[in-house]
């Protein structure tokens, strides 16, 4: 059954690799990511990723996602600058938010299947040398919130409650609760314990 990625980021493709999906073509959509008036972030991001996935339009399965870093009522997108990315991190700093991803797959016949994720996370508040550093680093570019748990940006994390994967993109089990329930073939299904 073919499937293609409807997502620029290489994180998503590596997500998907280790559970042994490999999608048949990466087609990243090109949709407006501005959310509506007093849009919440939830149905924001399973808006946005719904979005995505209708915007490619092949034949098959066609995954999308969106993550979005919520603090209370705001929405955190990606940073455009690095200014942006300072200001995100410091407010960011020393308290709890949410990790939101909307994950859509549309299937031949049309339907979507889509959910939301959500994941909380505490990032440390930084220094001011800490916060230069990672600017420097470029890591926040491209990411939601301006951080990566994946990356030096776990030195900040403390903690986490719920999916890690979701964080860094694509929830996994929900993932392959999708895939699966479209009839995917999901290799490690095969795999005897
Ligand atoms: C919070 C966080 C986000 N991110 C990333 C995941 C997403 O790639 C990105 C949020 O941007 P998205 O708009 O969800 O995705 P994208 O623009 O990278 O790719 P596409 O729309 O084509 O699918 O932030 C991390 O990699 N690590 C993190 O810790």
Redesign the pocket.
């Known amino acids: 059954m073919r499937l293609t990625l409807?997502?620029?980021?290489p994180?998503?493709r590596e997500l998907l690799a280790q559970i042994g999906v490999t999608p048949d073509a990466i087609m990243?959509?090109d949709i407006d990511?501005t959310p509506q008036r007093g849009e919440q972030p939830r149905p924001y991001a399973l808006r946005?990723a719904r979005e995505?996935a209708a915007a490619v339009d092949v034949p098959g399965l066609v995954l999308?996602?969106?993550?979005?870093?919520c603090v209370g009522r705001r929405i955190l997108?990606?940073p455009t600058d690095a200014d942006e990315a300072a200001r995100f991190l410091t407010l960011l700093g020393g308290r709890r938010h949410r990790?939101m991803t909307g994950i859509a797959l549309r299937r031949t016949d049309g339907f979507v299947s889509a959910k939301t994720v959500e994941t909380s996370v505490k990032l440390k508040r930084l220094s001011a040398a800490e916060l230069n550093a990672y600017i420097d680093s470029g890591e926040w570019q491209?990411?939601?919130?301006g951080?990566?748990?994946?990356g030096i940006?776990a030195a900040f994390v403390p903690w986490i409650s719920g999916s890690y994967t979701n964080?860094?993109?694509l929830p996994l089990t929900e993932v392959a609760g999708l895939l699966n329930a479209a009839g995917y073939p999901l290799s490690y299904q095969g795999i005897a314990a």
């Open positions: 409807a997502s620029a980021s994180r998503r990243p959509a990511e946005l995505k999308a996602a969106d993550t979005v870093v997108g990606k990790v491209g990411k939601a919130g951080y990566a748990i994946q940006g964080v860094v993109g």
